[in-house]
C-alpha cells in the first residue's frame, strides 16, 4: 500500500485559469518531493498526445523519483479502455480507474457488462486492474453488479464515498457495501455550509480530518494497507479570490492531507 496524489490534487494548479499551469514532469516531482509515492494521472486527456518516446520518458522519470504511476479516465467503451490500457502499460501503471459513463457514453447495465466483456480478459492478461468509481451519476448498486457479474480479480472499485452524497447515499452505506471490492482508494474530505442568508448550502472539500469524512472507519473497513490498495488524494477546493490565493490553497492542503495520512501509516 502506498500514499499519492492525483492530477486532481493539482486541479487548479494544472488548469488554464493560471498564468503558469503545471505540466506532468512539474506535477510528478512535486509528488516525490512532498513524500508521495504513487501520482495518477486522472481525467487528463493530454496524457493521449504523448509519443511512444515521451511516455517512455515519463515512465523513467517516475521510476528514478521512485513513484508509482497509476492513470485515471472515463467510461467503459471498448475501444475507449483498450486505448487507455496500452497507455497504462507504457507507463507500467497496474491500476487503471474509469467510470461507468463517458463523455459520449451513457451505458445501461446490460451494455456496460458486454463493453467489459470484450476487454476485460486484454486487463487480465496484463495484470491490470480496472477500477470502477464510485459517484452520484450511477448508482452504487450498478457499480457493484457489473463487478459482482464478472468476479475478476482484475476488476474492482475505486471507491470516493464524497461522490455519491449528491445521490443521497451516505459514505458510510457506499464504505460498507463496496469494501470486499475496493481496488483504488481516493481521500478527500468534504463539508456542507450554510450559504448566505441560510439559503441552502455548499458541499465542498476541506481539508482531511476537518470534514465529515471519517477516515478511521473507512480505512477499518477498507483494510487498503493489509491488501496493497493505494490511497489516492484528491481535493474538492473552490476557487478563491485570484490564482496565487487559489494555488497557495491548493498547495497547503495537499501538504497537509499528504502528512495526515502519512501520519496515519506509523
Known sequence: MAIGLSTYAYFWRLSDRVPEPMGLDAMLENTAELGGKVFQICDYPKIETLSVDGLEQLRQRAESLGVVLELGTRGLKAEHLERYLQLAQALNAKILRSMFNGPDSRPTLAEAQQQLAHILPAFERSEVALCIETYEQVPTASNLAVVKHFNSPWLGICLDPANCVAALETPKE?????????????????????????????????????????????????????????????????????????????????????????????
Open 174 to 266: 457506499v464504505i460498507a457495501s463496496t469494501a470486499p471490492y475496493v481496488l483504488n482508494l481516493h481521500v478527500k474530505d468534504f463539508a456542507f455550509s450554510r450559504r448566505d442568508g441560510w439559503v441552502g448550502f455548499t458541499f465542498a472539500g476541506c481539508p482531511l480530518g476537518e470534514g465529515l469524512l471519517d477516515y478511521d472507519a473507512m480505512i477499518a473497513e477498507v483494510k487498503p494497507q493489509a491488501r496493497g490498495i493505494n490511497q489516492i488524494i484528491e481535493h474538492w477546493l473552490p476557487w478563491q479570490e485570484d490564482a496565487a490565493s487559489t494555488c497557495a490553497l491548493e498547495d497547503a492542503w495537499t501538504r497537509h492531507n499528504l502528512e495526515f495520512l502519512l501520519s496515519r501509516q506509523s
